[in-house]
Each structure stands twice: as C-alpha cells, then as structure tokens.
C-alpha cells in the first residue's frame, strides 16, 4: 500500500473536485492520498449540469470522453415564465468557435467521482481511503500533518500539501481558522426526481429549464433516467410537512395536472448558502469546492466552480513540485479563484434567484422579450452565452496577476 510523504499531496474529500485533483495529480506523476470520510463513494444527486468549459478542462484527464456517454447532451437551454408558458431558448451551439464542447452535459455528479476513482486506479502511487475521517492537522515549512480516524484507529498522515475539498461543512477550513463569509437562505430547497414524461405538458421542454413564477417558481432538469424539479419552500414549514407524499404530489400536479399520482423516484432538501471562504490558502493548505465557496444552484455554477478551481489548483502544484516554481504561485491561486467566486459567481447566482422569483408577471415577460431579442442577435447571444456558462469566469479568472 502507498504511504503518505513530504512529496505527496493529501486530499479530504472524495467528491467531483476532490476526485478531479487526485487524477490531475494523479496523471502528473505526484503522489496523492485521498480521503473520505464516507465508507463508499456517495451517491449525491446535487449537481447534475456540466457547463462548456468543464467539459473541456475534464477531457484533459480522459473524463469528459468517459462522461459523455452517461449524460445527456443538452445543446439548448430555456429561461420560461411558468404561468405564461412564454420562453426563450438559447442554443448552445453559437459557441462552437469559442469552446471544444459547445453545449453542457446532464450527466448526475456521482458518476464523475465513480469515474475518476476507477481511473485512479490504474495509479500506484495513489492511495484513497474510506471510512477515514479528517481529525486535526499542523503545519511546518515542509508540509503537512493530518490526523485521521479509519477503519484500523487513528495515525498521521504527512504531506507536502493539503487540499481540503470536504464540503460547506469544511473540517480542514475551520481546523486552518478560515471563516466562511456570507449569508444562508432561510428557506429549503426540494428536489423532485420523477421518470413522469413531463415533456409532454410543455411545449417544446428542454433538458434545462428555469421557471421564473414568483413564489411558484422552479427549475426542470433532464438527467438520463429522471426528470428532477427544483422547487423553493416556505420558510416556517417543517421538513417533515414538506416531505409528506401527499404534499409531495401536491407541487408536482400544480405543476403539470396528470392522472393518478406521481412516480416519485426520490427527494431531497437542501440547505443553500452563498459564501465564500475569506481565504483559500492557509501555509500549505488550499481550499477548492464546497470548502471554499457555496452559492444557490440556479446557473449550475456550484460544482462547475470547484472544478475550475481544482484544475486551475492542480496546474500549480505541479509546476511547484516538478519544474521547481514559486510558491507564490499559490497566493496566485487564492487571488484568481477567489476574486472570480466573489465578483461573478455569488453575483450571478444571486441574481438568477432574483429573476426567477420575480413576482410582477408584467417584468417576466419583458424579460422574456429581452431574452428572445438577444437571442436573435449571435453577438449579444454569444456574449449572454459566456457569462452565463462561466466561459468568461474562466478566462478572467487566469489574467489576474
């Protein structure tokens, strides 16, 4: 079995991000021990949109060509009106000359960490442990050293570098003292799965589309087996009344009237925040993901953004620890990744939500008019197309210096 060293890398987490950057180190040659607290890989349904740019940071690692043929491709996306029925539609195929995959992939977040943990094995020089839980850690100018609980008791694992990857709940980001800024939504958020056709109660559904409605308003998401609704709660009501079948069916036939009840395959409710850590460096340790930013799930912009950072992470790990760079290149991290989290993720994802629940149904559908009218101009199209699928996000994060 590999053992933890000052040239190896740990990882807690084994999620998208924490998976991504054990295969990029991984590929590098670095030694990487990777953990998770978890005795399997969770099967977490939470994120299921990869945007453009993921798409083709992922085929560097081989994922993207694994990927594709468990997701669906969804070259086209809706913003609509619930009570109207109005829309537009914006096809993703107006960037083909600006990204290798010109549409996003709707495709559940587990199978990516399925994936790249089949991968690493093919690595001798990667080990990844379940079951094992992150308890403490210190620091000295050589690296890392991490207290951990498994299946065999407790010992200490050492690296040069720590990645903390394990989610809003950070143990890594509060054992480095790094606060995590913000504010959280006072209500949940429900999540319906159903294979119920819902394609044949709209015209023209998508795979992706965002309802705007005021208090009713929701979003529609395609995945292979299901059809998964996200929908706001009130926010003095129980789980327990919300999680009830008989509410349960009661959203999903306000939404489209059927027949008989609803084939609930499985719900879920979430609490959402918008923050982002006040640091995403403390000496030798980086946050990336979750750990380090959280934000509504309007735009998909969550598990997209931890992506970026891991990739754009990985990228200097590997130039500090095989061709001899500065650490400097790490506070360069923190200013990149975290400057973008701050002035266009948690900006963007803030507004989505104010524009699905826009309540005066007179402003949605000038909305609307607004959106068809881009639309109708490739130009403005391409422009709303890069924002809103972090194209831009991307590029901007690497001129910061």
């Not at 130039?319 to 993720?345: K, P, W």
Request: charged share 25%; aromatic share 8%; with cysteine.
């Amino acid at each position: 079995m590999f053992k933890s060293s000052s040239d190896s890398v740990l990882i807690v987490g084994a999620g998208p991000v924490g998976c991504t950057a054990a295969l990029a180190l991984a590929q590098a040659g670095i030694p990487v021990v990777l953990l998770e607290q978890e005795a399997t890989l969770p099967q977490d349904m939470r994120a299921s949109t990869f945007h453009p740019p993921s798409l083709d940071m992922l085929a560097r690692y081989g994922l993207t060509q694994r990927l594709l043929p468990q997701g669906l491709v969804a070259d086209r996306y809706q913003y609509r009106d619930r009570q109207s029925g109005a829309y537009a539609e914006f096809d993703l195929d107006v960037l083909k000359d600006v990204v290798g995959h010109p549409f996003r992939l709707q495709c559940e977040q587990y199978k990516l960490t399925q994936t790249a943990a089949e991968m690493l094995k093919d690595y001798p020089h990667v080990e990844m442990r379940m079951s094992t839980r992150a308890v403490s850690l210190t620091q000295s100018d050589s690296g890392v050293s991490l207290d951990v609980e498994g299946p065999d008791g407790c010992e200490t694992l050492n690296g040069r570098y720590l990645i903390g990857a394990d989610s809003t709940r950070s143990i890594v980001r509060k054992a480095v003292g790094v606060e995590f800024e913000g504010f959280t939504y006072p209500e949940l958020f429900l999540v319906v799965s159903t294979d119920y056709p819902l394609e044949n109660h709209f015209d023209n559904l998508s795979f992706v589309n965002y309802m705007s409605g005021g208090e009713d308003w929701c979003t529609i998401l395609r995945v292979p087996t299901h059809w998964r609704v996200l929908f706001p709660t009130p926010q003095d009501a129980s789980v327990e009344d919300l999680g009830r079948p008989e509410a349960i069916q009661a959203r999903m036939q306000a939404l489209a009237r059927k027949q008989g009840a609803y084939d609930i395959a499985h719900i879920s409710f979430y609490r959402i925040h918008q923050r982002v850590a006040k640091k995403y460096r403390a000496g030798n340790v980086l946050l990336a993901g979750d750990a380090a930013h959280a934000n509504n799930p309007l735009g998909g912009m969550g598990m997209n953004g931890g992506l970026h950072d891991a990739v754009n992470l990985c990228d200097k790990l590997i130039a500090i620890m095989q061709e001899g760079a500065s650490e400097d290149l790490l506070d360069l991290y923190e200013r990149q990744r975290r400057t973008v989290t701050v002035d266009f993720i948690q900006a963007q994802t803030i507004q989505n939500k104010k524009n699905v629940e826009e309540s005066n149904a007179a402003a949605r559908l000038k909305r609307i008019e607004e959106l068809r009218r881009i639309v109708d101009d490739k130009a403005q199209a391409v422009a709303f197309l890069r924002r809103n699928n972090m194209v831009d996000a991307v590029e901007r994060s690497y001129v910061i210096t």
